[in-house]
């Protein structure tokens, strides 16, 4: 079983459409819990970072931990075309221990 | 400020052979990572340095790679002898060593490796 696993997809949504992506995981150690978005011949960039349990938003984007399912979400509102990319999960325990990322969700918004 | 920056930007290679990739960190970031993304796959943590040290290289091959951090600034990851396995992007990383931004990693545009 991996530590952490995410749907591949592909997530074809249209325009203006809430999106939801997902990851689960076995290590209960993981306490820090980011969303990376990574463009086709780009390498990842970090969209939300949350530590412990609960929800954090940035203007479209809303991550959520749910420890005791573990269980994690980013939700993006008025999905836009440029929102299509790879969607990373990933986390960690301590703040030495290596970020393990999940296998991506590849989205694409149609116009 | 500039972004971590990597070369080449693509590289294709026999099995056998050897191949080195460089990467330039931000400057100022303590935290150098190399990664390896697999296509479909999510990328994997090779090796880790702080400064000059190596912090984790737990899941790197260390039979045919080798990485270095001179001077505690920019890094070389070297595979020799390649395998067709190795075909992959090899993604460079840095991040502060401060508390609140270590989950914050800036990447580069990696190295697409094509090994035949």
Known sequence: QKEVEQDPGPLSVPEGAIVSLNCTYS????????????YSRKGPELLMYTYSSGNKEDGRFT????????????????????????????????????????????????? | EAGVAQSPRYKIIEKRQSVAFWCNPISGHATLYWYQQILGQGPKLLIQFQNNGVVDDSQLPK???SAERLK????????????????????????????????????????????L
């Open chain 1, 27 to 38: 290590n209960s150690a993981f306490q820090y819990f980011m969303w990376y978005r990574q």
């Open chain 1, 63 to 111: 991550a959520q931990v749910d420890k005791s399912s573990k269980y994690i979400s980013l939700f993006i509102r008025d999905s836009q075309p440029s929102d299509s990319a790879t969607y990373l999960c990933a986390m960690r325990g301590s703040s030495a221990s290596k970020i393990i990322f999940g296998s991506g969700t590849r989205l694409s918004i149609r116009p």
């Open chain 2, 63 to 65: 039979d045919r790679f």
């Open chain 2, 72 to 115: 505690g600034v920019d890094s070389t990851l070297k595979i020799q002898p390649a395998k067709l396995e190795d075909s992959a992007v090899y993604l460079c990383a840095s991040s502060l060593d401060r508390p609140g931004y270590n989950e914050k990693l800036f990447f580069g545009s990696g190295t697409q490796l094509s090994v």
